[in-house]
């Protein structure tokens, strides 16, 4: 598959993609003759995992670390499992503050529906934020 062929495909630039093999993102991908980067499905997964974790606002430097120890061997899997542990809390992390975001504005929707309905509105506790 080509650069162009995956940009599109998975909607992001070419740009991005070879930031992603300069820096370690991805491994290096195999190139033509021609030196025309050719990826293969093993590089399509690479590219599938870092559009992923960097969609999760996963820091680059973690996705650096997982694809080096990958590269090392088996003799990492420890290391690699402690760096997805890692990896899913952070994302457990932010999760929780969308949780919470959703609850107030559920709370506020409720508030605000009941408004609508009755012309009063009411709240019933002291958040400070109406």
Do not use: Q
């Given at each position: 598959?080509?650069?162009?062929?995956?940009?599109k495909?998975?909607?992001?630039?070419a740009d991005?993609?070879?930031?992603?093999?300069?820096?370690?993102?991805?491994?290096?991908?195999?190139r033509?003759?021609?030196?025309?980067?050719?990826?293969s499905?093993?590089?399509?997964?690479?590219?599938?995992?870092?559009?992923?974790?960097?969609?999760?606002?996963?820091?680059?430097?973690?996705?650096?670390?997982?694809?080096?120890l990958?590269?090392?061997?088996?003799?990492?899997l420890?290391?690699?499992?402690?760096?997805?542990?890692?990896?899913?809390?952070?994302?457990?992390?932010?999760?929780?503050?969308?949780?919470?975001?959703?609850?107030k504005?559920?709370y506020?929707?409720?508030?605000?529906?009941?408004?609508?309905?009755?012309g009063v509105?009411k709240?019933?506790?002291?958040?400070?934020?109406?």
């Amino acid at each position: 598959m080509t650069i162009k062929e995956v940009c599109k495909k998975y909607n992001v630039t070419a740009d991005t993609l070879r930031y992603y093999e300069r820096v370690g993102v991805i491994p290096e991908v195999h190139r033509t003759a021609g030196g025309i980067r050719d990826y293969s499905e093993e590089d399509i997964k690479w590219v599938e995992t870092a559009i992923c974790f960097r969609s999760a606002r996963m820091p680059i430097d973690l996705l650096i670390e997982y694809v080096r120890l990958y590269r090392m061997g088996d003799d990492t899997l420890k290391a690699r499992l402690e760096l997805l542990i890692e990896a899913k809390k952070r994302i457990l992390d932010e999760r929780k503050k969308y949780d919470d975001a959703l609850a107030k504005l559920d709370y506020k929707i409720s508030k605000y529906d009941e408004a609508v309905k009755t012309g009063v509105l009411k709240w019933d506790d002291d958040t400070g934020c109406k």
